[in-house]
Structures are given as C-alpha cells and as structure tokens.
C-alpha cells in the first residue's frame, strides 16, 4: 500500500456477505464461459454511453455533455468515484 492510498471498511452482516459471495461466484461461472468481448458487450449492456450524451440548456445556453471510456484504463469507476467525492 502507498502512503496516499486509503482503504475503505464496509461492514456487513453475514446474511449480506453470503449473498454477495453467491452473486460472485455466479458472475465468475457465467464469465467464465464467455470471451472477452462477450464480457465486455455483456457489461455495457448495464451502462448504455449513449444514455450518458445529453444536451442541456441553461439560461439560454445549450450545453453539450459527451462521455468517452478509455479500455486502456487503470482506474475503476469506483476509484474515480471515491476520489472525486474526497475533494
């Protein structure tokens, strides 16, 4: 661990663990029977980009928002997420 680097604690009952280790293991078997792209395009059907481009007006002014995703990324959504809420 570096010395920037935080972690975060989540508790949860063991009713919720399991659970959640259930629905891993599910998604671990059903990827790995699945190529790459199949995970991928299988993913993106959660995330639609096209649902994240939107025009919005303001005072007048009409504003342009386009989301671009970069697959050489080392950052998970998540990370960027915790990072931008810590400002």
């Known amino acids: 661990m570096q010395d920037n680097e935080k972690i975060y604690r989540v508790e949860l009952t063991n009713e919720e663990y ?9 998604l671990c078997n059903k990827f790995s029977k699945m190529t790459r792209e199949e995970i991928a395009k299988y993913l993106k059907s959660f995330y639609p980009e096209q649902n994240l481009n939107f025009e919005k007006e303001i005072r007048g002014t009409v504003y342009k928002v ?8 080392e950052q998970t959504i998540l990370t960027r997420l915790f990072e931008i809420f810590q400002k």
Do not use: A, G, V
């Open 18 to 26: 399991e659970f959640i280790e259930n629905l891993m293991k599910e």
């Open 66 to 73: 386009n989301t671009y995703f970069n697959k050489d990324s």
